[in-house]
């Protein structure tokens, strides 16, 4: 299949995945292939930011109380523009904005999008990688400018998911359902060429991401899991941190090499909070790429994070989300089946 053979453009990829769908209009590939200029647009100004000088705080806040970034304002201008008039969005959302985000009149298209411009963000004045995360859905609503409702489906719904992470190499992995591929952008070209086909994230591995600052703050559940994968595990010996700091950074890592990522709640949070990373903008897209690459992504109470049925567009939620093995082993502690 091409999804198989290196070097073939993005655009010629998500053509070919439109395909596999005898049914389809071609909308959704333009909507992909708008994202893909986006992402590019972006990827410039990332590698200019330095000089262009838009790096630091813009400031003001965002709906989360987070410090807005310069380099946040501008990717969350660039989508919205992007998307607001090519014709295959009704309606947006963004990390950065508090509310739904319409389209322009007559516009209007049968697909949403909900997206974190530039998700490790706080990491842009220290140039560790950041990225772009997108979430599409077919709309419910039965035409005209979207509303929320059309929003805040469950991430079992998506039509396609991915993200575009922005380090050494600007690389975009995106999934419509049939498998997951990554494309690395030649800049002397300025187009993105099939680098990773068909990836596979390994069943197990011997890394861990977390942020173990708060360790103090886990409870016991989590506590035994971590200290378990430090001590020899079968003969494979202990697991080793890699933990960036940047959720789109630790997971395309991890998605590649094999490993879990955690974020679960704690003792300072309390175990009835939302928990941290946004379902709909981080959460629910990641998860439909891990899925679709062999792995697992539940919350720390053992729930799919495809099957939760959001009631808010910044809500939040727990993620463990990695190889499947070492989530299933996750899920055995947090469940109290195992103790360290």
Not at 137 to 160: E, F, I, Y
Not at 272 to 300: C, F, N
Request: proline share 3%.
């Amino acid at each position: 299949m091409l999804a198989k053979r290196k070097g073939i453009t993005v655009s010629r990829q998500i053509m070919d995945d439109q395909l596999l769908h005898p049914e389809a209009t071609g909308a959704l590939t333009g909507l992909l292939n708008d994202l893909v200029v986006a992402g590019k647009i972006i990827s410039a100004e990332v590698n200019m930011a330095g000089l262009a000088d838009i790096l630091g705080q813009s400031g003001r806040t965002n709906i989360q109380g987070e410090s807005v970034q310069k380099l946040d304002v501008f990717a969350n201008q660039t989508i919205k523009r992007r998307m607001e008039q090519c014709g295959h969005v009704c309606v947006m959302a963004s990390e950065e904005d508090d509310d739904v985000i319409p389209v322009l009149d007559g516009y209007e298209g049968n697909y949403t999008i909900a997206f974190d411009p530039l998700d490790g963000s706080s990491n842009i004045d220290v140039n560790v990688s950041i990225g772009t995360i997108f979430s599409i859905h077919r709309r419910l609503s039965p035409s005209g400018q979207g509303n929320v409702g059309d929003l805040l489906q469950q991430g079992s719904k998506q039509v396609a998911a991915g993200y575009i992470i922005y380090g050494s190499s600007t690389v975009m992995v995106y999934t419509t359902g049939s498998g997951v591929h990554g494309f690395t952008l030649d800049p002397s070209v300025g187009e993105f060429f099939l680098s990773h086909p068909d990836i596979k994230i390994p069943e197990a591995s011997l890394y861990y991401s977390v942020n173990e600052a708060y360790a103090n703050q886990w409870f016991d559940s989590t506590r035994d899991y971590i200290n378990y994968l430090k001590q020899a595990d079968g003969g494979k010996g202990p697991y080793s941190l890699r933990y960036i700091g940047s959720l789109v950074a630790d997971f395309h890592r991890n998605l590649i090499k094999g490993g879990v990522f955690l974020y679960t709640r704690d003792k300072k949070s309390g175990e009835k909070s939302e928990g941290k990373l946004r379902l709909l903008y981080e959460a629910a897209p990641l998860a439909m790429i891990v899925e679709q690459a062999g792995g697992r992504a539940i919350t720390d109470d053992g729930r799919r994070i495809l099957d939760i049925e959001p009631k808010s567009l910044h809500q939040r939620v727990p993620l463990i989300i990695g190889s499947k093995r070492d989530v299933d082993l996750a899920e055995k502690f947090l469940r109290g089946e195992m103790k360290g």
